[in-house]
């Protein structure tokens, strides 16, 4: 299982949001690129980013630091997420070095733009759903939708995405432990591969992870806890590995 490193950026800041509030901030680092360089050198083998105000204003807006970690890092694969709406937006990431980019407000409010985009850029689509009791959130988890998660996710692993992150905001910035049992009946109800996020704390948690990748949980997405030191990153990686089995980063 593959543990990844979220590097969230509002304001040019490396910032952690407590159940994705934007009034709720904690800033790490003025420089997302110096973090990104720190967990590459603890042995991350793949990043998460998030542009926080792109997933609220509906357009990239902390693209330039995106391009910087991509240019300077191009043997790491990067998924990047916030603001992605458009199949220009798409490219522009792409042809910046990116590797994944991760389709969420729009994947809910307007679905078949997930076929088209899948279509059009195919291996490069992840969708993130983030539930709250089973209902999906959109617009940087604003606003509440009515659509159920695992009907949602079937419906995109026809469209061909490569991979669900799948994120349980009632738990996420709180390290109060992933929520496994909603993950692993996502899981069971599609065969794509599913990247678990939200509530990771410890070496515990990774540890519960580690007991159900077989059920599709090829990774784990961890915030604050990395941030805070109640999680290690290099040693949450050595026992990711060490108990399910090492995986490509691609």
């Not at 798409?90 to 994944?100: E, H, N, S």
């Not at 078949?112 to 490069?124: I, K, Q, T, W």
């Not at 949450?236 to 399910?244: F, I, P």
Request: net charge negative; proline share 3%.
């Amino acid at each position: 299982m593959l543990l990844i490193p979220a590097i969230d950026i509002k304001d040019g800041k490396c910032v952690r949001l407590r159940q994705g509030r934007m009034d709720d901030v904690t800033i790490y680092s003025e420089n997302p690129e110096e973090v990104a360089d720190k967990w590459i050198q603890a042995g991350a083998r793949r990043l998460h980013i998030v542009d926080l105000n792109g997933a609220v204003s509906g357009k990239p807006e902390n693209a330039d630091i995106v391009h910087n970690i991509a240019e300077q890092h191009p043997d790491i694969p990067i998924q990047v997420g916030g603001g992605i709406r458009d199949e220009d937006t798409i490219q522009i990431y792409l042809d910046a070095g990116v590797k994944y980019v991760i389709i969420g407000t729009r994947a809910v409010t307007t679905p078949h733009f997930v076929s088209d985009v899948c279509l059009e850029f195919p291996g490069h689509i992840i969708v993130g759903l983030d539930a709250k009791d089973g209902k999906l959130a959109t617009e940087g988890w604003s606003k509440l939708s009515h659509h159920d998660a695992i009907d949602m996710a079937q419906r995109f692993e026809d469209d061909g995405v490569s991979a669900i992150i799948f994120t349980d905001i009632s738990r996420d910035g709180m390290m109060a432990s992933i929520n496994i049992e909603s993950t692993v009946q996502l899981c069971k109800q599609i065969t794509i591969p599913v990247i678990a996020s939200g509530g990771i704390s410890n070496l515990e948690d990774i540890r519960a992870l580690c007991r159900v990748t077989d059920e599709g949980i090829v990774g784990a997405i961890t915030g604050r806890a990395i941030y805070e030191g109640t999680l290690d990153f290099a040693e949450g990686q050595k026992l990711a590995d060490k108990l399910s089995g090492n995986i490509a980063s691609s």
